[in-house]
T-cell receptor
């Protein structure tokens, strides 16, 4: 079965510092991995995805993610954090069955960026 | 393009009542999925509709039912509401033919409170 895990409930960083939000995955077959961000009382916004190819994926708002097959990880990164990046971040993996666009989400990581 | 829209924004119901939530997918999308996001948790898959049929279902009781209309819009119905049904209900749309690497687009959600 497909699953993702986000080991940190919360990550605190200072504005201007690099940030990393961790995600590990467990999949059967090819991993289709996604990152979403959720602001308070809002739905989820797509940030980036890994399909195949380059292990470093570029996404929206300056975010990127590093896919590591040997460590089964897909960590979200940003070189320089902004206060406006403070939000809830979710890692997700797609269902193995190509006929069903079902996602499995992690429990989320709250990112706090302090001025 | 209005993206995914959901109505209503908020709902307050009492135990035992029934509720209907509505979703209009992003233009050009044919698949609608519903997720339940309890407070402090990641979204959990309820079910998916494609071609007006329920194609896949998560671990939710039969009190949760849905419908998809010819214009691809969808409804989520919950009967005999329980306190534990209080959550943010998210609708997501996608194009099934887009392949397994296609991201889902989420609506802003409906906040359901059961008293």
């Amino acid at each position: 079965a497909q699953s993702v895990a986000q080991p940190e409930d919360q990550v605190n960083v200072a504005e201007g510092n690099p940030l990393t939000v961790k995600c590990t995955y467990s999949v059967s077959g090819n991993p289709y991995l996604f990152w979403y961000v959720q602001y308070p009382n809002r739905g989820l916004q797509f940030l980036l995805k890994y399909i195949t190819g380059d292990n470093l994926v570029k996404g929206s708002y300056g975010f990127e993610a590093e896919f590591n097959k040997s460590q089964t990880s897909f960590h979200l990164k940003k070189p320089s954090a902004l206060v406006s990046d403070s939000a809830l971040y979710f890692c997700a993996v797609r269902d193995i069955d190509p006929n069903f666009n079902k996602f499995y989400f992690g429990s989320g990581t709250k990112l706090n960026v302090k001025p | 393009d209005a993206g995914v829209t959901q109505s209503p924004t908020h709902l307050i119901k009492t135990r035992g009542q029934q509720v209907t939530l509505r979703c209009s997918p992003k233009s050009g999308h044919d698949t609608v999925s519903w997720y339940q996001q309890a407070l402090g948790q990641g979204p959990q898959f309820i079910f998916q509709y494609y071609e007006e049929e329920e194609r896949q279902r998560g671990n939710f009781p039969d009190r949760f039912s849905g419908h998809q209309f010819p214009n691809y819009s969808s409804e989520l119905n919950v009967n005999a509401l329980l306190l534990g049904d209080s959550a943010l209900y998210l609708c997501a749309s996608s194009l099934l033919a887009g392949g397994p690497w296609t991201e889902q687009f989420f609506g802003p959600g409906t906040r359901l409170t059961v008293l």
